[in-house]
């Protein structure tokens, strides 16, 4: 079986045991997960610590496996053994040193501190920064021991602030997966971006705007001008990055009438996430 850059064992999510945890005390989770067990531990340890003393972590956007090479390099990523988490990666872009202040920084140490060498930040390396990014950095033996020490703690956690009585959410009725990118579709991907929702993919287009600086934060190279998603039987270096990132054969075209990369995104909105 194959290695990831640390070493551990890197494969399919059957293979090496991938669970997709919630990170404790808050609302967020590592929907594509982590390798399961101590590395669990230490890495949701690290997010848990990141939301309450450096910035609160947004849901949707904190990433985890993903079966890859780094980023022009041929070795494996530690995505791919389930040893590495990206923290609000939109926010802190891989290749943009210095995306957290100072204050927030030494936060970060301390959380480095606490796990004794066993995770490594993004933000410290020699060459290209990946704010974003955490990873183990040691063998089986020493994160047994930190997983262990995470565990022990007994000090308890303060409580999360109670929030006023609200009236349960419409949940908004499912698409349906046909492979069609039409309105209704476009516009519950404008509704999770943030965008003004029309159920209009204009040219240039806020929409593929907000989805390229997604793409970007997860390693794509493209140009932020608002094109290059469109269901015309053209092939597009954009939709090529959607279709590597929804992890779905990647030709850059959007077929026509039906598209598997557009099913793929539908079943992705009605999870309500991209």
């Given amino acids: 079986m194959s290695t990831s850059q640390n070493g551990w064992k890197a494969g399919t999510k059957d293979q090496i045991k991938i669970v997709s945890p919630k990170v ?45 090479n780094i980023e022009g390099s041929k070795e494996l990523s530690n995505h791919a053994s389930g040893t590495a988490i990206d923290l609000n990666a939109p926010a802190h872009p891989m290749g943009k040193a210095n995306t957290f202040s100072a204050t927030k920084v030494k936060a970060i140490r301390k959380i480095l501190d606490f796990c004794e060498g066993v995770v490594r930040w993004g933000g410290d390396y020699s060459g290209r920064k990946d704010d974003m990014h955490f990873e183990i950095n040691k ?86 001008d608002g094109d290059g998603i469109r269901q015309d039987g053209r092939r597009y270096q954009t939709a090529r990055y959607l279709q590597r990132y929804l992890g779905v054969p990647v030709d850059g075209l959007l077929s026509t009438p039906v598209s598997n990369t557009v099913k793929a995104l539908q079943k992705r909105l009605n999870d309500g996430k991209f």
């Fill in 24 to 68: 404790p005390g808050t609302n967020v989770d590592f929907p594509q997960g982590v390798l399961a067990g101590d590395v669990e531990t230490v890495l949701m340890y690290v997010a848990e610590q990141f939301h309450r003393t450096v910035e609160p972590l947004k849901d949707g956007e904190c990433w985890g496996y993903f079966y890859k």
């Fill in 139 to 224: 063998g089986a033996a020493d994160v047994a021991r930190v997983a262990k020490k995470i565990r022990a703690l007994s000090a308890p956690k303060p409580p999360a602030p109670a929030k006023p009585p609200a009236k349960p959410p419409v949940k908004p009725a499912q698409l349906v997966v046909d492979g069609k990118l039409g309105p209704a579709t476009i516009k519950r991907w404008q509704q999770i971006m943030g965008t003004e929702a029309d159920g209009v993919i204009s040219k240039p287009s806020a929409l593929v705007k907000a989805v390229q600086r997604h793409l970007n934060a997860h390693g794509a190279r493209l140009v932020v």
